[in-house]
């Protein structure tokens, strides 16, 4: 994960100036640019509402471009004020839009940002779930997407969670976590979950509800590594500990060797994503996650562990979407 340039969408909520904290710590351990973004949620009666009333108001030529001239102005010292590092501070983007989520989405893959940074929730947060606009931005960006709830307060990441269920998808997420454990300085969590009495209703992974835990280690180390030796981009591969559950994750790259801690941990539960939400809120300071897991049957819809992991962990998540054509 090649960090050159985020885009920032802000809706200008105290929540959200959290994503402009973490903004500038990624531009201090990658030196990318930042952009930030607002859309102007237009109303579907806007229009309407001026017409009604006879005001002989036309709407493209009045209204929105002294609006968006107004926004950005406001986005502009927004950014100003959190921000820190000025010379790797980048544009302000405004746009006009009835679906902000699609907006934001579609600028983020035409423009080639390499990641999405944004608040968790914004100006009508929920305690309980992620603002509607975040979950929808996760579910149809194409670029990875990093959300920070209101509640972190550092940049301390040293433990970095990535559920795994077998399938390549969601190994998909283990480069990106190397990347990030390597700036950060921090080590890899790898936890899968024996779901009990659970079948393999897509005879493709295996179930592992019936082996033992060693077996369930031995097994998923072995196909992590086999994925990373397909895997296109940087050469990655899993050391092997002296002690059980703890390897280490090697980058080669130019002749020279990175590595970072990787553990496994496996553990048992009725049903994985109640574990893995436990163990990502007492246990980890990031969460990274393919969106889609074993089943990765539909384009549109996220994996029902991963839906439910991202609505509920209380820490930063970075999702991915992988490339369920291949």
Same mark, same amino acid.
């Given at each position: ?23 500038d ?11 930030v973004?607002h859309?102007?949620?237009l ?5 309407d509402s001026f ?15 002294k ?10 010292k927004f ?5 820190k ?10 746009k006009?839009?009835?679906k ?19 608040s ?6 929920s ?5 509607? =606009? /975040?979950d #929808?931005? !996760?579910? +149809?960006? *194409? @670029? $990875? ?6 509640s =972190? /307060?550092? #940049?301390? !990441?040293l +433990?970095? *969670? @990535? $559920?795994c ?10 480069? !990106? ?8 300085d921090?080590?890899?969590?790898v ?8 079948s393999d ?12 835990k ?27 500990g ?6 280490e994750?090697?980058?080669e790259e ?20 109640h ?10 300071d ?10 990765g ?5 996220l ?17 991915i ?6």
């Open positions: 994960m090649d960090v050159k340039r985020i885009l920032v969408p802000t809706d200008f909520s105290e929540e959200s100036k959290m994503a402009l904290v973490f903004a710590i990624f531009i201090e351990l990658f030196d990318c640019k930042v952009d973004m859309v102007i949620p109303s579907d009666y806007l229009s017409s009604s009333i006879g005001m002989p108001i036309n709407m493209d030529d009045d209204v929105y471009p609006l968006i001239e107004q926004k950005k102005e406001e986005l502009q950014a100003d004020e959190h921000i590092n000025k010379k790797n501070k980048g544009n302000s983007i405004v006009i839009d009835r902000p989520s699609d907006a934001i989405a579609e600028r983020a893959s035409k423009e080639e940002y390499d990641l999405i940074l944004m968790a929730t914004g100006s009508h947060k305690s309980l779930f992620h603002g509607s =606009i /975040t #929808k931005i !996760i579910r +149809k960006s *194409l @670029v $990875p997407v990093l959300t920070i709830p209101e =972190i /307060t550092g #940049k301390d !990441i +433990k970095i *969670l @990535v $559920p269920d077998f399938s390549h998808h969601s190994m998909s997420a283990l480069p !990106i976590a190397f990347e990030i454990a390597d700036k950060f921090a080590g890899i969590e936890v899968h979950v024996i779901e009990l009495f659970a209703i897509h005879g493709v992974e295996p179930n592992t509800s019936g082996l033992a060693k077996n369930v280690y031995e097994s998923l180390v072995n196909e992590i590594a086999r994925f990373l030796e397909e895997y296109p981009g940087k050469r990655l591969r899993i050391k092997r002296d002690v059980d559950y703890f390897d994750m090697v980058c130019n002749g020279e060797e990175t590595s970072v801690m990787f553990k496994v941990v496996i553990t048992k539960s009725v049903t994985s994503h574990e893995i939400i436990e163990y990502a809120n007492n246990e980890s990031l969460v990274v996650m393919s969106t889609h897991g074993r089943t049957l539909s384009h549109m819809l994996g029902s562990t991963a839906e439910q992991v991202i609505k509920q962990v209380k820490k930063p998540q970075l999702t979407k992988p490339d369920l054509d291949n």
